[in-house]
């Protein structure tokens, strides 16, 4: 072992000073955030708060606009990084991607194109290691009923759990999900819960988007707001969601109570 070996990781996500401009309108401003590998954190904002826009530029969908020498820009020490390195780091659960899934697609299948970042195999030659993995995560997200069940056929809860299961495939060390728990009824969202919760235990680190105080799991330590596109606060979860931060930041007034590890915004 080389004394370069101690050296600290590198943080998972490094942005200082990333303002990102579309069509005029600024979605990012002057955002500086570090996630480490492995961490558990929300990000909380009311609708057009620049959430989606965050975890764009996380996946390099979105650059920063006429980036100075104070920017930084780096994922896992890195400013240039390619979707391979991405992915095997990185399992994305956009908020849109279940619409997508309009053919008939198996439950199985919908997990094994997240190998081939597709919508459905085509013409993909899956393996029997991929097969197996498959069904492994199927298992371990309580979804292997599923399997040959088409997505156009399953509820928004259980479709939701086999684009989680897709995202897995890479073995990503985070999984970032995007408003994962929209149109969710109350026994899909204990379901939900429950699987997001037992994914953080396994050691994988979740950053969550999301406008509901209620989908941050206990799990989770860490909570970022945001509004009109920049980050208002940014620290630890019984600091940050107050009744003072939570009514500013969505201009309601709300009490908060706290029941098994969950909080919930109540009053407005
Ligand atoms: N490509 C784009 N061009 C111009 N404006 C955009 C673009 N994408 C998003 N916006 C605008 O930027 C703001 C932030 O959008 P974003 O989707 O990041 O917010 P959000 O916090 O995820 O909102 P929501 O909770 O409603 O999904 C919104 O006002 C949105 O209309």
């Known amino acids: 072992m080389?004394?370069?070996?101690?050296?600290?990781?590198?943080?998972?996500?490094?942005?200082?000073?990333?303002?990102?401009?579309?069509?005029?309108?600024?979605?990012?401003?002057?955002?500086?955030?570090?996630?480490?590998?492995?961490?558990?954190?929300?990000?909380?904002?009311?609708n057009g708060?620049?959430?989606?826009?965050?975890?764009?530029?996380?996946?390099?969908?979105?650059?920063p606009s006429s980036p100075g020498s104070e920017t930084v820009f780096r994922f896992r020490g890195l400013d240039t990084w390619d979707a391979f390195d991405l992915r095997s780091h990185i399992g994305l659960v956009s908020g849109d991607l279940q619409y997508t899934f309009t053919r008939g697609i198996s439950g199985r299948e919908v997990v094994l194109s997240g190998f081939f970042s597709s919508i459905g195999l085509f013409y993909h030659e899956v393996t029997p290691a991929m097969e197996q993995k498959a069904d492994d995560i199927l298992e371990f997200l309580d979804v292997a009923h599923l399997a040959?069940?088409?997505?156009?056929?399953?509820?928004?809860?259980?479709?939701?759990?086999?684009?989680?299961?897709?995202?897995?495939?890479?073995?990503?060390?985070?999984?970032?999900?995007?408003?994962?728990?929209?149109?969710?009824?109350?026994?899909?969202?204990h379901s939900f819960r429950k699987?997001?919760?037992?994914?953080?235990?396994?050691?994988?680190?979740?950053?969550?988007?999301?406008?509901?105080?209620?989908?941050?799991?206990?799990?989770?330590s860490r909570v970022v707001l945001m509004r009109?596109?920049?980050?208002?606060?940014?620290?630890?979860?019984?600091?940050?969601?107050?009744?003072?931060?939570?009514?500013?930041?969505?201009?309601?007034?709300?009490?908060i109570h706290r029941e098994n590890g969950y909080y919930y915004a109540t009053g407005y």
């Open 195 to 220: 699987t997001l919760r037992k994914i953080a235990r396994s050691g994988t680190g979740i950053i969550l988007v999301t406008h509901n105080l209620h989908d941050i799991i206990p799990e989770i």
């Open 49 to 63: 708060a620049g959430k989606s826009s965050l975890i764009r530029a996380i996946t390099r969908e979105y650059y």
């Open 148 to 189: 040959d069940r088409p997505m156009t056929e399953v509820s928004s809860g259980e479709a939701r759990r086999l684009l989680i299961g897709r995202a897995l495939v890479h073995d990503p060390g985070t999984l970032v999900l995007d408003e994962p728990t929209n149109s969710l009824d109350l026994h899909a969202l």
């Open 228 to 255: 009109d596109g920049a980050i208002v606060m940014d620290g630890e979860k019984a600091e940050v969601l107050t009744e003072r931060n939570i009514g500013e930041l969505f201009r309601v007034q709300v009490h």
């Open 2 to 46: 080389t004394a370069e070996d101690h050296s600290p990781p590198h943080p998972l996500i490094e942005f200082r000073n990333v303002t990102i401009v579309r069509g005029g309108h600024r979605l990012l401003d002057a955002v500086s955030l570090t996630i480490q590998e492995g961490e558990h954190l929300a990000i909380l904002g009311p």
